[in-house]
């Protein structure tokens, strides 16, 4: 489903303070599978994202999305086959741009734009039923500025954004760490049952070991560009395994 | 009444410049200063073209066209070249400024004599036949209504609503599968399109193109944009673009009557674009101003 094969990538380059943040890095995810990557700050892991969106393009190495080399591809083609949602709720969505308006983009995200008509009959009606998915009663302000939505929901119609075209990934960035403790478990749940009802493969990074614990089907622990632990059991007991390599995880 | 028609036409001509500036300023969120040199380009490119015998209409028509290149330039220079577009819009004006003295071969082109749009209205309105400003007044009306409607139409499209997001949120619209670059070059050439088209129509109801005539356009288009946007307080359609776009025209034919006014009241018109630019400074920093006064005002409140 998702190849990365022996990825390079250092920022910085031939300067005083070059930093090598993988060396020789591969990681393969099966379809189906809801990879959660934990580490601590600095180990890689939104590196990681931004390689796979493409939004950073490797020093060495090759990226296969479904078997087709994904390596060259701008970020805004890649997007055809990766929806993503980011820590900052603010980033995922267009502010001045109406909540239908966020929506028909997004729709379009595998496709080419067009001179027809971004928002008709058809697809508002499509919009509504979406946004009555996410229980937050704004199915019936699809005309208000999406600026006006509180950060929470948001992101909700982010994650709702990122999946209304179906994507082969989808990329959670710590997309809950920017809200209340309310908001994020009510986004967690949203983003469990979206991503079982459609069957999306999904990475996401979270700082929280009882969330990756939770929600992962599959944990993988990054620190320095390496991968330290990639495990399917759920019973692990992280607590001992990072005394043991004297890491430091930000457990909230 | 004569007089006031003509302020309104005035304003309506150079509505077509703040709509050309509004597309990068707020919609695109760029500040371009290729506005300077495409308005002189649209200008002497259609005087050029008249003098060898083109049709007015037609004249126009190819100067907005190849004004429209202006923004293709900046656009390049800011997407691919990475040069912040500031400078990449400087560049390009500056760089116009000699394209436009070769066009015209001088600093000046005069029209005298020559049929204008303005003239052309005679065959079909013949009743009008003396009364310039009127005239004027109509075309720019009609010039307006088009723009404003096929404005309006576009960023309703698919491509348009990707324009507009690509100025208010880039990052989202990568992400969204939006080539940006492309976008922002796109805008870029419509804002320059109708940027060249104001220069041809300044041009042919003033009579000449001058290589100077752009100079201060972007203040009094950004003063337009910020006198206009006062009026949403009162316009407020459904239809968040329409009333964006039906208030550039206001704010253009408002100022006008400022401008007219001050005038009236004595102010010498060498001081206009020092005034020009401290009531644009005080207007775009109105929301930051209205918060000191706030603070200053706390402790009656309180």
């Known amino acids: 489903m998702l190849r990365l094969n022996n990825i390079y990538k250092k920022f910085n380059k031939n300067m005083a303070d070059e930093k090598i943040i993988f060396e020789n890095f591969s990681l393969h995810i099966k379809k189906g599978e809801f990879v959660v990557i934990i580490g601590g700050n600095g180990a890689g892991k939104s590196t990681l994202m931004n390689l796979i969106s493409g939004s950073i393009l490797p020093d060495k190495g090759e990226i296969f999305i479904d078997s087709q080399n994904v390596t060259n591809l701008h970020e805004y083609q890649r997007a055809k086959f990766i929806g993503r949602v980011f820590q900052d709720p603010l980033k995922g969505s267009a502010p001045n741009l109406t909540i239908e308006e966020n929506l028909s983009l997004a729709l379009l995200r595998d496709k080419k734009r067009s001179f027809s008509f971004g928002i008709n009959k058809n697809n508002r009606e499509f919009f509504r039923q979406e946004l ?11 005309e208000s500025k999406m600026g006006v939505l509180s950060g929470g929901q948001r992101q909700a119609v982010t994650l709702l954004m990122a999946c209304l075209v179906k994507p082969k990934i ?41 969330n990756a614990r939770k929600f992962g089907s599959r944990i993988i622990m990054i620190e320095n560009g390496g991968i330290k632990l990639d495990t399917l059991d759920k019973e692990i007991n992280f607590d001992d395994l990072i005394k043991r390599l004297n890491i430091t995880v930000n457990k909230i | 009444m004569q007089v006031l028609i003509s302020t309104l036409s005035q304003g309506l001509i150079w ?34 073209l008249m003098l060898r015998g083109v049709n007015p209409f037609l004249s126009l028509l190819i100067a907005g066209v190849l004004a429209s290149l202006a923004g293709l330039v900046t656009g390049i220079l800011n997407t691919k070249f ?28 005069s029209l005298l004599g020559k049929s204008t749009i303005f003239s052309a209205i005679n065959n079909i309105l013949p009743a009008l036949n003396s009364n310039f400003v009127l005239k004027t007044f109509i075309i720019g009306l009609v010039i307006c209504i088009i723009s404003v409607v096929s404005l309006n139409l576009f960023f309703k499209t698919q491509i348009g609503l990707a324009v507009r997001a690509t100025g208010d949120n880039e990052q989202m619209m990568r992400a969204l599968g939006g080539n940006t670059d492309f976008k922002k070059i796109l805008a870029l050439m419509i804002s320059s399109f109708f940027c060249g088209l104001a220069g041809a129509l300044i041009a042919q109801s003033q009579g000449y193109a001058d290589v100077n005539m752009g100079t201060g356009s972007i203040v009094i288009a950004l003063a337009s944009i910020v006198i206009g946007e006062a009026f949403l307080n009162f316009i407020k359609l459904k239809n968040k673009i329409l009333s964006s776009l039906i208030c550039m025209i206001l704010g253009s034919i408002m100022y006008r009557i400022i401008i007219f006014i001050v005038l009236n009241l004595g102010m010498n018109p060498s001081d206009l674009k020092l005034f020009t630019a401290c009531i644009t400074a005080v207007l775009l920093g109105m929301p930051k101003l209205k918060k000191f006064k706030l603070k200053l005002g706390g402790n009656k409140n309180a």
């Open chain 1, 170 to 210: 989808l990329l959670l960035d710590e997309h809950t760490a920017a809200l209340d403790p309310k908001s994020s478990v009510k986004i967690l749940e949203l983003t469990e049952k979206i991503i079982s009802e459609h069957h999306i493969t999904a990475l996401m990074i979270t700082h929280n070991l009882d």
């Open chain 2, 15 to 48: 509505t077509i410049l703040t709509l050309g500036v509004f597309i990068t300023f707020r919609i695109l969120n760029f500040a371009d200063m290729t506005v300077e040199g495409s308005l002189t380009f649209g200008g002497s490119l259609c005087a050029a």
């Open chain 2, 82 to 109: 990475k040069i912040q577009a500031i400078l990449a819009g400087i560049l390009t004006m500056i760089a116009l400024y000699s394209v436009n003295l070769r066009i015209m071969g001088k600093a000046n082109l």
């Open chain 1, 132 to 142: 009555k998915k996410l229980e937050l009663g704004i199915e019936d302000r699809l």
